[in-house]
């Protein structure tokens, strides 16, 4: 998936008429942990008047203003004997700013209680010596997270800013997420899928960082690439937002929108942003409906390996979810029929709103929790309720055999074995677009 830069060649006057609280530069797209390598992106480029934090004066004096919050100040040689040199072997990620490596760091005396570990797992993000994008991209990435604390934002530990003969040494150092990106659960590039409440509670968490930002906030943030791959796990899969390379402060008080170039990945940035440059908070919300279907698919927004009519998720599904007999043909197949049908149409609704075609008319993110709030709960009513019939259908299949189901009645309990069009589609090889008739074998789907 590609990032993108678009300009008309217009110089907009209140591109940079707001003063950020954030610093007054250019936001870049930044490397998150769980980044593709394969992922090629080309980067935004920087306002003319942008303030220039190169210089030594300027970059020394914003270090001594950061210090007075809790980051941790790293020495490069902690940094390097962590990653045992920048292995090679322990490098999680890779992109235009640099490289990003698991290690090891000591965790402060301070911090130390008794039976906690006095070590911690961290992802460091080494930025390249050279290249002015990187440098910046770390110093607002620095004045940004290191400042915001929120469950569902990525947590920036500490930096490290050494200078010395070949230049400037800028490393980040985050929380580890263990279960990678959401990107790489959804392209099966994980052993096992997500199951369907995992993924609910994954849109929930999502949906709480971008309400955050856009709502909770003295001002205003708004992400500007929000996707799979900036939505990190942790051990527990709660998910956490990552890459504020291209956040952007929303419009002051009295403004409808900021005037800006065009940034973003293809697929996932709202139409009118792309058309006319104006930016606001539904934006993202654009962009969050479009993750929802990739969460009911486990197709990527655009997937160029697959037949012209399917390679852009969005009118990919057009014809399917206005037709409730047909809808269970996008779910993702990896789920294997193991999912509510009624909450992934209810989840395909939502998505609908965010997708609306008028900014105004799309939802807030904080009514996005709420809606996605009622759905888990009415899912996991609907799974309770559905535990002890289980086990009583599956007694009397053990007894009767092949008898049939009950008419008119619904639940995981009704189910048999069929040849199904899903199956092909598991059947599907998406780098190459072949069937593999080795891997069938028989699943399990309702039928009512």
């Known amino acids: ?16 008429g707001v003063v950020s609280r954030l610093s007054k530069v ?6 998150s942990v769980a980044s593709s390598t394969v992922d090629t992106t080309r980067r935004s480029e920087f306002d003319s008047d942008s303030r220039d934090l190169s210089d030594s004066v300027s970059f020394y004096e914003f270090l001594s203003q950061r210090r ?3 980051l941790r100040v790293f020495s490069f040689s902690e940094l390097k004997s962590a990653t045992r040199g920048f292995s090679r072997a322990l490098m999680v990620g890779e992109g235009g700013f640099g490289c990003v490596f698991r290690g090891v760091v000591r965790v402060p005396e301070d911090e130390i209680t008794d039976g906690s570990p006095s070590k911690m797992d961290v992802a460091i993000k080494q930025l390249n010596r050279s290249g002015f994008q990187g440098h910046k991209e770390w110093i ?6 290191g400042v915001v604390k929120h469950p569902n934002l990525v947590k920036l530990i500490g930096y490290c800013a050494e200078d010395d003969e070949r230049g400037i040494q800028r490393l980040l150092v985050y929380e580890l997420m263990r279960n990678k990106s959401l990107e790489d659960h959804l392209l099966a590039r994980m052993p096992s899928p997500l199951p369907w409440m995992t993924r609910l509670k994954i849109a929930q968490d999502s949906a709480r960082g971008l309400a955050y930002l856009h709502e909770e906030m003295d001002f205003q943030l708004i992400f500007r690439d929000f996707k799979t791959s900036n939505i990190l796990l942790d051990e527990d899969f709660n998910a956490k937002l990552s890459d504020f390379g291209l956040a952007r402060q929303g419009p002051p ?5 900021v005037s800006t170039s065009v940034v973003g990945t293809v697929g996932y940035a709202a139409p009118e942003y792309v058309q006319t ?3 606001t908070a539904k934006s993202d919300v654009w962009s969050f409906g479009v993750v929802l279907y990739e969460l009911i698919t486990g197709r990527r927004a655009v997937e160029r390996n697959l037949p012209r009519s399917e390679q852009k998720l969005l009118e990919w599904v057009r014809p399917y979810i206005s037709d409730s007999k047909k809808f269970h043909l996008i779910v993702d197949p990896r789920l294997e029929g193991e999912y509510c049908i009624k909450s992934a149409y209810k989840v395909a609704s939502l998505a609908n709103r965010c997708l609306l075609k008028q900014p105004r008319s799309r939802p807030k993110m904080s009514e996005v929790v709420e809606t996605l709030g009622n759905i888990i709960n009415e899912t996991s009513s609907q799974e309770a309720a559905l535990e002890p019939v289980n086990e ?16 008119g009645k619904q639940g995981n309990n009704y189910l048999k074995k069929v040849f199904d069009i899903r199956d092909f589609v598991n059947l599907r090889n998406k780098s190459i677009g072949k069937l593999d008739w080795r891997n069938w074998t028989p699943g399990m789907i309702r039928t009512w």
Do not use: Q, Y
């Not at 607002?140 to 997270?145: A, D, G, K, T």
């Open 140 to 145: 607002n990435e620095v004045n940004f997270l």
């Open 1 to 16: 998936m590609k990032c993108f830069h678009f300009t008309n060649g217009e110089r907009r006057d209140d591109e940079d």
């Open 26 to 31: 250019s936001w870049a797209r930044s490397l």
């Open 277 to 279: 440059g104006k930016l």
């Open 253 to 257: 008080e009295g403004m409808s929108h």
């Open 68 to 70: 007075a919050n809790d």
């Open 392 to 407: 009583t259908e599956e007694a009397k299949e053990e007894n009767v055999g092949d008898s049939e189901p009950e008419s």
